[in-house]
């Protein structure tokens, strides 16, 4: 198969939802069933076709470049030369997320159809899925950052619009206002860290730059902006992976529609910065992977607190997500970059179908709920729910598949990548002797444990509260039952890795290696191999450790939840402080309000004082001091504006002075005695019109001066209007006797 | 006594005057036209006496020919003003003709 054809598939996979996009926005809604068999086939196709990318390119061995210039400005002057390249690579961990991109996206289109059926802006929905597989397509398969920052730009669009799907809602609305701008301010950073390696390197290639810094050069000749670079960049992943402390968007964005969740707050988006970090890893120094795994380490444990406290089902779900997205960032940030990309994919599927999973209770309890005609009934409470195992049993049975596997209960593919995590951080806290990030990665594998079976066993287990409706609780439809299966078939070791304690034999650790670092050797990190050695050390026992805390949080959640030896309740009110603290999730949101939305009303508030007390006093003063000018000296003039007299007197006397001198000197280079006193002269004549304005007004001068004269003129033509009007008779006979007389006047003239 | 230059010019001038003097005091249009008449016709005089003692070949004549078809010409159309002018006011003093004046 030669790389064109590979090149030119991806291409194809990159456009298709982009026309799928542009046709369902401008003729969704004639089209039949308002074009979603439309949005949903040219995802499937694009699915096939990544699928086929990806099978073939694991047989090759070299990744697959095309680019071509954009924009060539040529020798800019002052700035050196100037071009963009645009481009994709197709490399193992491309094709790898494009396949995962496609396959989210294809069955949350499918799981769509019965989930939005109805809605008051179905096809635009569809519209906007596509808009949004074409943006993160682009990330996935861009060579360069400049591409990179359109797409990431154009994710956060597509997050945007969805989340605020139901603009109708407020809450919808502003979930859609924070995400955008909390995001925003990751991509600043981001920004700035391209730019700096711009400034440096002159090309936005991946690997161009790389090249570059592989012979030593870095950005302004010193490490410390490398790893500034890498940080900064780092924060266009903290924004859009929710990364402490910008994590606060993601569980507001759960007021878009649950698929939408599944898609992209679960699955691609938000692992559009986990990428970001993998497609960077050789760039970043020894410290900045240190920032990044304790930032990771960090959020997952912030998160994994906050979700055992939430009652919203799809807010547990953003936690954890945000919880396994620290994972995934910590993996990468200790080097264990296999094992962080591997988590990202395994996540995907299982965090997809628990989306969409939950996605089919909601359904179904809002269905149940509406034909109760309860209205004040929250359907995404778990508090509401249980004993949905035998109405729902495939949702449930898939549930629990996916639960098991975020769980990291051995033969799931969640097995797999979190172990490899978890020895990833073991062997850095034995190698640099960071211990805290090991430690929390294993609480917070517990925690996990322990919240996500709370949900299972509230939802799906005990008895219903309300007997009536769970009568009316059916299983989903088609539509929306087959992705879960799909999803928690590939929850299983088997697709990774047949060794089902161990995915190192797998083909996904044989497809993504960890690429060598560029980085001065100075600045490395710990090298490749003597980090495998290590993880290879660690992993029976972080293996073991894990089993027992993913053991302990399951049997700690069945004895709370399900056999109810420990009160939950009880706990909850013995340790209120803590309880409250993290029902607020850690008062992220208060503390944000008071310090950036306070400060921001601060600062402007101080600005509007500036504004209406400076700005507009010093125009208002102005226009004041002008209309004292012109009325004159009267009243007015009298009470008020004393300073303004004196002021108006010296300066206009200063005024003529130097008009005059300035006037004699460019008459006479030499100043003579006669200009002295020409300009004296001239000084005392505008100080005594200076006085004639001041004492009548500037409004004097006016009235008699310049009115005079214009009405002056205007009397005087008047005036001798009336006088020839006299000789005007009309009358042709006195014309003739004047002709006469003047040619007679003429003939005695000129004898 | 031989007729010379002069007396011609005399009666030209005398026709002059007689011709101005009529524009000038009369009222009734009819006369005004008749005095312009005499006007021109003194000019006629004029250009034949100083064609013929001026040494010239015919152009006065030639000119007094084409005063003359002038001259009809303009009395045709300024007696069709007076006519309408009669039509529209029933008068043809022409002082009391001022209806532009208003």
């Keep these: 198969m030669s790389p064109f054809v590979l090149i030119q598939a991806s291409i194809d996979i990159l456009l298709l939802p982009l026309v799928g996009f542009l046709i369902l926005i401008f003729f969704g809604k004639k089209l039949p069933r308002q074009g979603d068999w439309l949005g949903t086939s040219i995802l499937f196709i694009a699915l096939s076709l990544s699928i086929f990318v990806f099978i073939q390119k694991l047989g090759i061995e070299e990744s697959l470049m095309f680019s071509f210039p954009w924009v060539d ?40 159809m019965g989930y939005m059926q109805g809605d008051v802006r179905y096809s635009r929905y569809f519209a906007y899925l596509g808009i949004f597989t074409f943006s993160m397509l682009i990330i996935v398969l861009t060579n360069n950052f400049f591409m990179m920052y359109v797409g990431w730009e154009l994710v956060g669009l597509s997050s945007y619009l969805l989340i605020g799907h139901w603009y109708e809602k407020k809450s919808a609305a502003d979930a859609s206002k924070k995400a955008f701008i909390v995001n925003r301010i990751g991509d600043i950073g981001m920004f700035t860290g391209i730019m700096i390696l711009y400034y440096t390197f002159r090309t936005f290639g991946f690997n161009e730059i790389f090249e570059a810094m592989s012979t030593g050069k870095v950005p302004m000749g010193s490490e410390a902006w490398l790893t500034a670079a890498g940080i900064l960049i780092f924060c266009g992943a903290i924004g859009k992976s929710a990364q402490f402390p910008l994590h606060v968007w993601l569980p507001d964005a759960m007021e878009g ?60 779900l953003a936690y954890s997500t945000i919880s396994q997205l620290g994972y995934m960032v910590m993996g990468l940030g200790v080097g264990a970059y296999t094992a962080g990309f591997f988590h990202l994919t395994t996540h995907a599927m299982f965090k997809a179908g628990l989306f969409l999973g939950s996605g089919s209770v909601i359904y179904a309890m809002h269905h149940a709920l509406h034909h109760a005609h309860d209205h004040h009934t929250d359907p995404q409470d778990i508090r509401n729910m249980g004993g949905l195992k035998k109405k729902m049993p495939i949702t449930f049975l898939t549930f629990l598949i996916y639960t098991l596997a975020i769980s990291g209960v051995p033969l799931t593919s969640g097995f797999l990548s979190k172990d490899a995590v978890l020895a990833g951080t073991l062997a850095y806290g034995s190698l640099t002797g960071h211990y805290l990030i090991p430690i929390i990665g294993f609480l917070v594998a517990g925690l996990t444990a322990f919240y996500m079976f709370r949900i299972v066993i509230l939802t799906f287990f005990g008895d219903h509260k309300d007997h009536h409706r769970i009568d009316q609780i059916h299983e ?67 293996m073991t450790l894990s089993l027992i805390v993913a053991g302990l949080g399951i049997l700690g959640a069945f004895a709370t939840y399900h056999w109810k030896k420990i009160n939950a309740d009880a706990w909850a009110a013995r340790m209120s402080g803590v309880h409250t603290f993290l029902l607020n999730k850690w008062y992220f949101d208060e503390l944000y309000g008071a310090v950036v939305v306070g400060g921001t009303m601060g600062i402007t508030n101080m600005l509007r004082w500036f504004d209406n007390t400076i700005i507009d006093g010093l125009v208002n003063g102005t226009a004041s001091w002008t209309r004292a000018v012109v009325f004159g000296y009267n009243d007015h003039w009298k009470e008020k504006h004393v300073g303004a007299k004196i002021f108006l007197l010296g300066g206009l006397f200063v005024g ?96 | 006594m031989q007729v010379g230059l002069t007396h ?92 532009l004046k208003e």
């Design chain 1, 476 to 542: 989903s439809p088609m539509t929306m039952v087959l992705p879960l299966i799909v999803f928690a078939v590939l929850s299983f070791f088997a697709f990774y890795s047949f060794n089902p304690i161990e995915a190192d034999g797998g083909w996904f650790y044989h497809a993504v290696e960890r690429p060598e670092s560029v980085v001065p050797l100075s600045v490395q990190a710990t090298h490749a191999e003597a980090f495998e050695e290590a993880v290879h050390h660690a992993h029976v026992p972080a």
């Design chain 2, 8 to 99: 011609y010019l005399i009666v030209s001038a005398l026709l002059f005057s007689f011709g101005l003097f009529a524009v000038v005091t009369r009222r009734n249009a009819i006369l005004v036209l008749m005095g312009i008449e005499l006007i021109l016709n003194s000019a006629n005089i004029n250009f034949i006496a100083f064609s013929r003692y001026g040494g010239m070949k015919l152009d006065g004549q030639a000119f007094a020919v084409f005063i003359i078809i002038l001259a009809a010409a303009e009395a045709a159309v300024a007696l069709a003003i007076v006519l309408n002018i009669y039509q529209r006011f029933n008068t043809v003093n022409v002082d009391e003709v001022s209806k």
């Design chain 1, 73 to 112: 400005f040529g020798n800019v002057p002052l700035i050196g030369s100037l071009r963009i390249d645009l481009g994709i690579t197709v490399d193992n961990l491309s094709a790898i997320m494009m396949v995962v991109v496609c396959l989210v996206s294809t069955l949350v289109h499918l799981f769509s």
């Design chain 1, 257 to 316: 529609p649950t698929p939408v969740s599944a898609l992209i707050h679960a699955a691609t988006m938000v692992a559009a910065g986990v990428y970001l970090i993998a497609r960077t890893f050789p760039m970043m120094t020894a410290d900045a992977l240190m920032f990044i795994a304790y930032t990771g380490a960090i959020t997952a444990f912030i998160s994994a607190t906050i979700a055992i406290a939430q009652n919203d089902i799809k807010k547990v």
């Design chain 1, 656 to 751: 003529g002075l130097v008009a005059v001198l300035s006037y004699q000197w460019l008459l006479s280079p030499l100043p003579t005695i006669m200009s002295y006193v020409g300009a004296g002269t001239g000084a005392l004549c505008s100080g005594l019109l200076t006085f004639f304005f001041f004492w009548s007004g500037a409004g004097g001068f006016d009235k008699y001066v310049v009115d005079g004269l214009v009405n002056g003129i205007a009397y005087f033509s008047g005036f001798s209007g009336l006088l020839f009007k006299k000789l005007q008779t009309g009358k042709v006979q006195t014309y003739i006797v004047f002709v006469l007389v003047g040619v007679m006047v003429l003939f005695f003239m000129f004898r």
